[in-house]
């Protein structure tokens, strides 16, 4: 009978309290994700056509399409992922299989990753404008800007990498080594299937990060809206592309949501095309 | 039956020995100064209190030890005549031939057939093939004789491709066998093999443990002082004194349990029969 007396009563007022709240925080981040997401479909669905994919810009955008943008984008990602991948990999293995033995090493180079995780955008950009454009002597190309998009996502890349290498059950190295099976064996044919979902999860946020960027692009890869010849060449990012419709042009408005739209497809498209693509890997080794 | 076999296998070379070995973390001395010589196809357990070093010894033995960070090994294993612990031995030959199973059965994230088909192609012991598919009839071949071996082939028959984490607790450390004895070694390091496993499954491994001799020279560390009596031959006694591990007594199991020379043996195993 004291089972129900006045703490238990308490306790449950609180436990409703915190539910309720904790109900009210999902419901209101549902929302604005929903309203941010209806605003955009609103004004930029009816823009929205094979011509406006497929076209490009004139009239400073206001009317034609975005198709030397999208290339001038998916280019930009390639340069970066190239290089990034390989590279975040790389260290992230270091980190994780590696440093066991060298404990400081390893806190000092997670430290100043982090630390470089959280610079701004805009002070990669200005460091790829002075390096990449001007000290290599790449001005502003698709290339310059990949570089820069690369330094930006790679501590990013490289501590979500290692987290997902750390994740895999220590149990699985022993059982391997137990078996006399050789470090590339283990590292190829166990851990790094292990480690997949991690992987994934830092080729998407890489991803996303690289394709919303704007501050970073506007002083290496430039704005240049027709289609780039090669590497070397200026192109125009879908980032800056809504961007500057939305700021600089008057009446522009309904087709950066257009612009913004397509970009969020896009995000979701290769999110799925990269988890595909990791799936099969994992299941095929 | 144990007396009449342990009498019959001391009296030949012990496959595997260690002398006077010492292992150390940094500065800590985890035991010292353990001989024990282990007969070819004897069960061998080793037993005694937490702490006591049972684990860093076995871990000696295959040189999986060296694996563990500031760990020291001093003496001498020998293996067929050779001391294992020298620099010039080949790691991954020598865990091929000594085999280990751990305490939480830790089969690799894969098939049942990928963690029984990868050992063995990486070890080569599937001879070339004239064609591809030969090949694979023979890595079958091998993965069935195994799977037979360990009792697990009618329970996983039908789901050779579906995961390894899907099978029971008692299934998954059958299966960790098979990995081990697919590579054909001529020890296996048991190390707690039944402690997380329920009774019944306990029994069986167990079982097979006992069918698996004379083939196969067994060294298994366990708490259960009635399996140890259920299955071992001769029987190690592992202490700690003055902070570290130590070998007190080492004899049959009836002499172990029947007639212990030393008093902390007749305690612990007198303690254990309650
Ligand atoms: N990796 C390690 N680093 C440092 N010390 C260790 C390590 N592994 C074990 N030790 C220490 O060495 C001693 C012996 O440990 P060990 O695991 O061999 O004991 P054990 O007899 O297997 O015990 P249990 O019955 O609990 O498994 C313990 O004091 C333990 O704290
Ligand atoms: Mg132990």
Redesign the pocket.
Same mark, same amino acid.
């Given at each position: 009978m004291s089972i129900s007396q006045r703490p238990g009563l308490t306790v449950t007022a609180l436990d409703r309290l915190l539910g309720f709240a904790m109900a009210a925080t999902v419901i209101a981040v549902g929302l604005g994700f929903c309203w941010i997401l209806g605003a955009i479909v609103a004004q930029g669905l009816g823009q929205i056509s094979l011509a406006f994919l497929l076209a490009e810009p004139s009239n400073a955008g206001r009317e034609g399409g975005i198709a030397p943008m999208l290339v001038s984008t998916l280019l930009i990602l390639g340069v970066c992922l190239a290089i990034a991948l390989p590279l975040g990999l790389g260290t992230a293995l270091l980190l994780a299989e590696f440093t066991i033995t060298d404990q400081r090493l390893g806190r000092l180079v997670r430290r100043s990753l982090d630390f470089l995780a959280g610079v701004p955008s805009i002070v990669f950009g200005l460091f790829g404008n002075a390096f990449f454009s001007q000290v290599l002597g790449l001005g502003f190309s698709i290339l310059s800007g990949g570089l820069t998009l690369a330094c930006m996502v790679l501590p990013l890349l490289i501590r979500t990498t290692e987290e997902g290498l750390r994740a895999v059950p220590p149990s699985y190295r022993q059982g391997a080594a137990a078996l006399g099976l050789s470090q590339t064996t283990t590292l190829f044919k166990i851990i790094l299937p292990a480690a997949v979902p991690g992987l994934i999860a830092g080729l998407v946020l890489g991803m996303g990060r690289a394709l919303a960027e704007t501050a970073a692009l506007i002083f290496t890869s430039g704005y240049v809206d027709r289609f780039p010849r090669s590497l070397m060449d200026s192109g125009r990012a879908l980032s800056i592309h809504i961007f500057d419709l939305s700021m600089n042009i008057p009446g522009g408005d309904a087709r950066a949501a257009a612009s913004a739209l397509v970009l969020l497809t896009l995000l979701l498209l290769l999110n799925l095309l990269a988890g595909a693509l990791a799936q099969r890997w994992a299941n095929s080794s | 039956m144990t007396t009449m076999m342990s009498a019959a296998t001391t009296c030949t070379q012990p496959l595997l020995e260690a002398k006077h070995l010492q292992l150390s973390?940094g500065q800590?001395v985890?035991f010292h100064d353990v001989s024990l010589p282990i007969a070819s196809g004897e069960i061998m357990a080793i037993v005694?209190p937490?702490? %006591?070093?049972?684990?860093? #010894?076995l871990s000696c033995l295959n040189r999986m030890s060296d694996l563990?960070p500031h %760990?020291h090994v001093q003496g001498e294993i020998h293996f067929n005549g050779t001391n294992i612990l020298s620099p010039r031995t080949d790691t991954l030959l020598l865990r091929r031939r000594i085999g280990m199973i751990f305490q939480k059965p830790n089969p690799f994230p894969l098939s049942v057939w990928e963690n029984l088909a990868l050992p063995l192609r990486e070890h080569g012991l599937v001879k070339s093939q004239t064609s591809r598919r030969a090949f694979r009839q023979a890595i079958h071949q091998a993965i069935e004789a195994v799977l037979r071996d360990v009792g697990l082939w009618e329970e996983v028959k039908n789901r050779l491709h579906s995961s390894a984490l899907a099978l029971s607790g008692g299934q998954q450390q059958r299966l960790c066998i098979a990995r081990a004895l697919i590579l054909q070694p001529e020890v296996l390091l048991l190390d707690?093999p039944c402690s997380a496993l329920d009774p019944l499954a306990s029994a069986v491994v167990e079982e097979l443990m006992l069918r698996l001799r004379p083939r196969y020279t067994q060294v298994v560390?366990t708490?259960n002082l009635a399996q140890a009596k259920r299955i071992a031959d001769r029987i190690a006694v #592992?202490w700690v004194q003055q902070h570290k591990?130590q070998l007190i007594e080492v004899g049959s199991t009836q002499q172990i349990f029947n007639a212990p020379t030393h008093e902390l043996t007749a305690a612990y195993v007198s303690g254990g029969k309650g």
């Open positions: - | 973390y800590q985890a005694g937490s702490g %006591c070093g049972k684990s860093s #010894f563990v %760990c707690e560390i708490h #592992f591990g």
